[in-house]
């Protein structure tokens, strides 16, 4: 098993900056691939970024290209998801995922083996 553990979420106005972090621990894998996903009330999940942690390919929704950043740190088995230029409409349940045994970037999140628990990301007006 894989334990995810999300931090980082708040409150924060239009325009302003979170940085959100996954740290994996338990089993790891040497090939694999972590991801954001978010949920707002009333709507799916959705796809936000995701990185392949071996070639360090990266993907993005394009409602977040140019805002949002994911990067990882390799020692600590942590991803980040940097966030800039936060809207109203960026307000969501943000939740980690982790894909093993796999080198691809995909944005279908039943194609990802483990979840942590979610962030609350909320964005005034």
């Known amino acids: 098993q894989m334990q995810l553990v999300e931090s980082g979420g708040g409150l924060v106005q239009a325009g302003g900056s979170l940085r959100l972090s996954c740290a994996a621990s338990?089993?790891?894998?040497?090939?694999?691939?972590m991801a954001w996903f978010r949920q707002a009330p009333g709507k799916e999940r959705e796809f936000v970024a995701g990185i392949s942690w071996n070639t360090g390919a990266k993907l993005y929704r394009d409602s977040v290209k140019g805002r949002f950043t994911i990067s990882r740190d390799n020692a600590k088995n942590t991803v980040y998801l940097q966030m800039n230029s936060l809207q109203p409409e960026d307000t969501a349940v943000y939740y980690c995922?982790?894909?093993?045994?796999?080198?691809?970037?995909?944005?279908?999140?039943?194609?990802?083996?483990?979840w942590g628990q979610g962030t609350q990301v909320t964005v005034s007006s």
């Open positions: 995922a982790a894909r093993w045994a796999s080198a691809f970037v995909t944005g279908r999140g039943n194609e990802y083996d483990y």
């Open positions: 338990g089993r790891t894998f040497t090939t694999y691939v």
